[in-house]
């Protein structure tokens, strides 16, 4: 079984300064990973994925996050954030060797709030 | 355009009644799922189902229930028997046990019991 740790719940920042969202995981099968991004009142919209090949994932809206399989991370990174960037993050994990089915395990989500 | 679409966005629902929510995918995704999300709880898996005819309980399915009858979709009845079920909603599918896991989500039905 998988589990997702997002280490903080909540991260403040100034626009156009840089950001960093941490994601840890636990695996003991090999893993495909995610980050989603979910706005107010909307449903989750993919950001990025990493399946294989380069640990260094660029997605939309500027951000890219790196898979580091020694550490267990895969952290979201965008290097000058916009107010529109306010939302919810969610990292998630699969199993890459087919045991859970396809299914997604969820981390708690960090809300990420711009300020001008 | 592909996609999921859950309807409706906005429920209001009176203690005791039964509701239902839908959840419609032109994808020709073998694998449906049903989320609740609650502020600071992340999202909470209520029932999946991975072919046709079939599904099973998810993490907190007590209060609720499911039909897939068709592969485009899979609606959700939330019970009287849920003893707290003012919350958002989100309805998701997959292509299946042998794909990534990757969700495409709908926009949400937001429920709150009067």
């Known amino acids: 079984a998988q589990s997702v740790t997002q280490l903080d719940s909540q991260v403040p920042v100034f626009e156009e300064a840089p950001v960093e969202l941490r994601c840890n995981y636990s695996s003991s099968v090999s893993v495909y990973l995610f980050w989603y991004v979910q706005y107010p009142n909307q449903g989750l919209q993919l950001l990025l994925k990493?399946?294989?090949?380069?640990?260094l994932v660029k997605g939309i809206n500027g951000f890219e996050a790196e898979f580091n399989k020694s550490q267990t991370s895969f952290h979201l990174r965008k290097p000058s954030v916009h107010i529109s960037d306010t939302a919810e993050y969610f990292c998630a994990v699969s199993d890459a060797g087919g045991t859970s089915y396809g299914k997604l395990t969820f981390g708690q989500g960090t809300i990420l709030t711009v300020h001008p | 355009d592909g996609g999921i679409t859950q309807s409706p966005k906005y429920l209001f629902r009176k203690e005791g009644q039964n509701v239902t929510l839908s959840c419609e995918q032109n994808l020709n995704h073998d694998a449906m799922y049903w989320y609740r999300q609650d502020p600071g709880q992340g999202l909470r898996l209520i029932y999946y189902?991975?072919?046709?005819?079939?599904?099973q309980k998810g993490d907190i399915a007590e209060g609720y229930s499911v039909s897939r009858e068709k592969k485009e979709s899979f609606p959700l009845t939330v019970t009287s028997a849920q003893k707290n079920p003012t919350a958002f909603y989100l309805c998701a599918s997959s292509i299946g046990p042998l794909g990534t896991g990757e969700l495409f989500f709908g926009e949400g039905s937001r429920l709150t019991v009067l």
């Open positions: 189902s991975q072919i046709v005819n079939d599904f």
């Open positions: 990493y399946l294989s090949g380069s640990t």
